[in-house]
């Protein structure tokens, strides 16, 4: 499989965005990863789209969003004023890196989705009927087996394109999504809206600065859906004791929001080309845990 990091920003995308300066070196920080340039007027990192339209969308909120404390990775336009060329984007770079805090991470998720609760919401996209599912699909896929469906049902079609066999981790993380479903109920909280669905990744700590946000992930959902992501990501990458899924218990329905928090991860990781056995541990205890904690809030 190549990976983002394998194939380097082509000239004229270096051109369009004025980064022509040195080498492109490959970063891995915040959603996703990318290639660091420098440029006149500060270093951008360049990075491939899956989605024009979402990365336009994203570009256009992150040029407007105003999050007290917190520093926002600005979009870059070309020579022409796009926000994207060929398939890149362009981003002012930020200083500072994930790290171990998810408490803190998930006040700032209240903050930042109370931010984005009047800003227009990327289009919708109806998920397709055609096979075989693409990498912009199969997170609407997952999101909906978490909350509606039968994850071994509906995800099916996806592990079969992907060739996956039984016995592989993928197939390990589908049964844990199939153990915690049954944990599902139904849940009463008054409306939904637009939140972000990557702010574990998408959150950079720095000593000397404030935090930045270097992407808007869309998802339409409860605010506490999208702290419990941030719980369940840090306790899959074992950077946060168990204690989290107590602390933030004052949060609306939280044990539900935290159950279908860790099935949308395991269905994603089931799912995803990029995913990698090694991180199969990590979920497993995390489900482990999940499970443990919906079962004493029945």
């Given amino acids: 499989m190549v990976g983002v990091n394998d194939v380097s920003p082509p000239e004229h995308v270096r051109g369009a965005f004025g980064a022509t300066d040195g080498a492109a070196?490959?970063?891995?920080?915040?959603?996703?990863?990318?290639?660091?340039?420098?440029?006149p007027g500060g270093a951008v990192v360049l990075r491939p789209v899956a989605d024009t339209a979402l990365a336009n969308w994203s570009a256009r909120v992150r040029e407007q969003l105003d999050v007290t404390g917190l520093r926002v990775a600005l979009p870059v336009r070309s020579s022409d004023g796009r926000h994207v060329v060929s398939g890149w984007?362009?981003?002012?770079?930020?200083?500072?890196?994930?790290?171990?805090?998810?408490?803190e991470t998930i006040a700032?998720?209240?903050?930042?989705?109370?931010?984005?609760?009047?800003?227009?919401?990327?289009?919708?996209?109806?998920?397709?009927?055609?096979?075989?599912w693409v990498e912009t699909d199969l997170f609407g896929f997952a999101e909906a087996a978490a909350w509606d469906g039968d994850p071994e049902r509906d995800l099916a079609p996806g592990m079969e394109d992907r060739g996956t066999p039984f016995a592989t981790h993928r197939a390990a993380a589908l049964l844990g999504?199939?153990?915690?479903?049954?944990?599902?109920?139904?849940?009463?909280?008054?409306?939904?809206?637009?939140?972000?669905?990557?702010?574990?990744?998408?959150?950079?700590f720095d000593a000397s600065a404030e935090p930045a946000l270097t992407e808007i992930v869309p998802y339409v959902r409860p605010a506490s859906w999208s702290a419990a992501l941030v719980a369940v990501d840090h306790l899959s990458w074992q950077t946060v004791d168990p204690g989290v899924l107590l602390r933030w218990g004052h949060l609306a329905e939280w044990p539900q929001?935290?159950?279908?928090?860790?099935?949308?991860?395991?269905?994603?990781?089931?799912?995803?080309?990029?995913?990698?056995?090694?991180?199969?541990d990590g979920l497993q205890s995390m489900a482990r845990q999940v499970g443990e904690f919906v079962g004493d809030a029945a």
Wanted: charged fraction near 25%.
């Fill in 89 to 103: 984007r362009a981003d002012r770079a930020v200083s500072g890196r994930p790290e171990a805090r998810a408490d």
């Fill in 177 to 204: 999504a199939k153990g915690l479903i049954r944990h599902r109920r139904p849940v009463d909280i008054m409306g939904t809206g637009l939140v972000h669905g990557d702010l574990a990744r998408g959150l950079l």
């Fill in 257 to 280: 929001m935290v159950l279908r928090a860790a099935v949308f991860r395991l269905a994603v990781h089931a799912l995803h080309p990029g995913s990698r056995p090694a991180a199969m």
């Fill in 108 to 132: 700032w998720s209240l903050r930042v989705n109370a931010a984005l609760a009047d800003v227009e919401r990327p289009r919708v996209v109806r998920r397709p009927s055609t096979r075989p």
């Fill in 25 to 39: 070196v490959p970063v891995v920080a915040g959603s996703g990863s990318g290639w660091l340039v420098s440029a």
